[in-house]
């Protein structure tokens, strides 16, 4: 529940990128040695993927909150189990990890937020293209190669997945992988960067070409995983959303420069740091149009924030969604706090109106489930918002950060409702 209103002041400080955990995690699978990660986000994401893995044999050792130690030389099987797997869309990952260390994975297909189609063609394309034969039986992705070899693999569409995905089963497959027309998304990088670091050979991450020298072994190290592009952006928003004035501490300013101009497009300040971000602002918010693109454009993971914070900007701004099909699923819940937003299709038009008001809406995914929070901290009275177990997926204490920089906002226990909290 959240009292809105307050204007956000102060500090956060970011945590390690779930998007980047949840890859790096399960491609220790393809490690011998132990592999030490540090900067690991708390969050439900990374205790599911932790507990898949412990399922399949792997020894997993939290040294803190925030740090683990994982050693995959003993795995008792290749099977992950659909209870787990269904429950977050990362799962894929143990298909290119465990093929690429055993050459045989068996991973019911993955769950995570529905907006739309979620195809995962270009990851079976590319593990074909090294070599294995990939099938369905009775629900279960099943991938077996007798060897696997190294290939030229062009993607159709820039896909995060599946780049990461052929990059795993690529670092232990014989000869020179090239994947042409690669995203290029920080945590590509980050899984890039940790790979190299445990013993593998990968280069060109953050461009179009990555090429993986596919190595026989690899013997671990320890890594550290990039602060959350997704976690800053959101803290960015929630600022300029309560007319505040925050530094945004642990975050890489460049991975967030297409969010820095938009905001300052709608009369944010934005001042960028070495590893750190202020924003702050004192006057009305101006109408802005967004376009989600693949990095280093905007952010689709953004994009339910941002239309959130352009529902009370002086204007009418148009909001494109180029990534997925069906991803305004949340602009109802909006429409009940008294935003004006027409959608059609992958287009949201937004009519700026002077301010929301507080109501009870739903977490109708894990981004929405911040754009709540964000409305919340905007509208004028109380917002209570259901279904925070989308929220606790991604975001680590959400709501203590959101405290301690001075927002009303608390949980409830309550098991049937699990709303934030017990303001006032
Ligand atoms: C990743 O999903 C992120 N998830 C998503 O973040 C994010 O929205 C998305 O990338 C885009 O940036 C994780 O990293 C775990 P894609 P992913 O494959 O990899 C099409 C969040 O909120 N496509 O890059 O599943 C697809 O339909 C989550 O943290 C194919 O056609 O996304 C989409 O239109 C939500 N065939 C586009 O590519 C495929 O085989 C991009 O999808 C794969 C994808």
Not at 151 to 159: L, N, R, T
Request: hydrophobic share 45%; aromatic share 4%.
């Amino acid at each position: 529940m959240i009292m809105g209103g307050k204007r956000l002041s102060g500090e956060v400080t970011i945590s390690g990128a779930k998007n980047a955990a949840v890859a790096v995690i399960p491609a220790a699978l393809l490690v011998e040695g132990t592999c030490r990660i540090e900067n690991v986000p708390a969050i439900k994401d990374v205790d599911v993927i932790v507990d898949i893995l412990r399922c399949l044999g792997a020894r997993v050792k939290y040294i803190d909150g925030h740090c683990l130690e994982i050693n995959c030389e003993k795995i008792n099987g290749f099977s992950a189990p659909y209870e787990m797997t269904r429950k977050m869309r990362a799962s894929y990952y143990l298909l290119g990890a465990l093929l690429g260390r055993f050459h045989h994975a068996e991973v019911p297909p993955p769950g995570g937020c529905n907006f739309g189609t979620r195809p995962i063609d270009m990851h079976i394309k590319g593990f074909e293209a090294l070599g294995a034969k990939v099938g369905i039986d009775k629900g279960v992705i099943e991938a077996h190669a007798v060897k696997l070899r190294a290939a030229q693999i062009y993607m159709d569409v820039a896909s995060v997945g599946a780049t990461i995905n052929i990059m795993l089963a690529a670092t232990r497959a014989e000869g020179t992988t090239i994947i042409e027309n690669a995203s290029k998304e920080p945590h590509v990088v980050d899984v890039a960067n940790f790979l190299s670091a445990m013993g593998a050979n990968v280069r060109g991450a953050g461009t179009d070409t990555i090429k993986i020298n596919g190595v026989e072994k690899m013997g671990g190290g320890t890594y550290t995983i990039i602060p959350d592009q997704i976690e800053a952006g959101t803290f960015m928003i929630a600022a300029a959303a309560t007319a505040g004035d925050v530094l945004v501490k642990n975050v890489i300013p460049k991975h967030l420069e297409s969010l820095t101009a938009k905001l300052v497009e709608m009369n944010t300040s934005v001042e960028e740091y070495g590893d750190s971000i202020r924003v702050s602002r004192d006057g009305p918010l101006r109408k802005a149009n967004v376009k989600t693109l693949p990095y280093p454009g905007f952010p689709t993971d953004l994009q339910p924030q941002i239309v959130t914070l352009l529902s009370a900007a002086r204007g009418t701004s148009v909001i494109t969604e180029s990534v997925w099909d069906n991803r305004f699923q949340y602009v109802d819940e909006l429409r009940r706090l008294g935003a004006k937003i027409s959608v059609d299709g992958k287009l949201a038009v937004i009519e700026g109106v002077e301010t929301l008001s507080g109501a009870p809406v739903k977490a109708t995914d894990l981004r929405a489930g911040a754009s709540m929070v964000i409305a919340g901290l905007m509208a004028r009275g109380v917002t209570e918002i259901r279904e925070l177990r989308h929220i606790d997926r991604g975001y680590e204490d959400l709501e203590a950060k959101l405290r301690a920089l001075g927002a009303q906002i608390a949980r409830r226990g309550d098991s049937e409702i699990k709303s934030i909290g017990e303001v006032v």
